[in-house]
């Protein structure tokens, strides 16, 4: 069974390698993570109130009532269909956490099939979990990799896992990482940042601000700009929430 939040599209890609590139977007259910410390208020339908990610709709399984269920790869590439435009768009496989699903045989379909028709193939993961690179269409795939930090107040032990780093940047085409972090945290980052890439294989660093609002993005970005010009990174801005804020579908 495959659990979607949403698919929705076609819009921009907001953030990292590819941002602006018109794209279509499968969002699945389920995450390995919560990052309280990015400190997105929000309340569930119980009434509880709780802090995440900008994705808490998708993370957070009290919302699981909002997500449909897929048996099989061809009734998701069947909803897609009705949104795509005439040309082929990227297709991003995001979340919660889409690596929940990689040992499920109706996920890696989609994956294949997506590939095999020539669209390019964004995986947007926290790299946390264990995978393994097999197949050619597999390889093929840009993994947009969102290592958390200690900013997202996860334990080390459970954000970072540096045999998956290594795989996916020995055996993919294209991959790259993306830290999110603010300007009161920029020392910390850049200890932690260094610390990761001392033990994987080379891979591109983009920086992105921290917020769930453009007023946030606006009052972090230039202290992460600065910081990607004094260390060779790469800045990358989050265009989605800059126009849209936090709006679903877009």
Not at 49 to 62: F, P, Q, V
Not at 68 to 96: F, M, N, R, W
Not at 137 to 155: D, H, R, T, W
């Amino acid at each position: 069974m495959l659990e979607i939040n949403e698919i929705f599209g076609p819009t921009i890609q907001g953030e990292g390698k590819k941002v602006g590139t018109p794209s279509v977007f499968i969002r699945f259910g389920k995450c390995n993570m919560q990052c309280e410390g990015f400190n997105v208020e929000y309340e569930t339908p119980s009434g509880i109130k709780k802090l995440s990610c900008d994705s808490y709709y998708a993370a957070d399984k009290a919302f699981k009532h909002t997500w449909k269920s897929y048996e099989g790869h061809q009734e998701i590439i069947h909803e897609v269909a009705k949104i795509l435009p005439t040309y082929k768009c990227d297709i991003v496989i995001t979340g919660g956490e889409p690596l929940l699903y990689w040992n499920n045989n109706e996920f890696q379909k989609l994956l294949e099939y997506y590939v095999n028709e020539g669209f390019h193939v964004t995986i947007e993961t926290n790299a946390s979990l264990n995978i393994t690179l097999k197949h050619a269409y597999q390889k093929a795939i840009l993994f947009s990799m969102s290592v958390k930090l200690s900013n997202s107040k996860e334990p080390l032990k459970k954000r970072i896992n540096i045999d998956t780093l290594t795989t996916i940047c020995t055996h993919a085409k294209e991959h790259y990482l993306k830290f999110v972090i603010d300007k009161t945290f920029l020392s910390h980052a850049i200890e932690e940042i260094q610390a990761i890439l001392e033990q994987i294989p080379p891979t591109e660093v983009f920086l992105m601000p921290m917020g769930d609002s453009a007023k946030q993005i606006d009052e972090n970005s230039e202290a992460v700009i600065n910081m990607a010009i004094q260390h060779g990174f790469k800045y990358s801005d989050r265009l989605h929430i800059r126009v849209w804020d936090n709006k679903r579908g877009v």
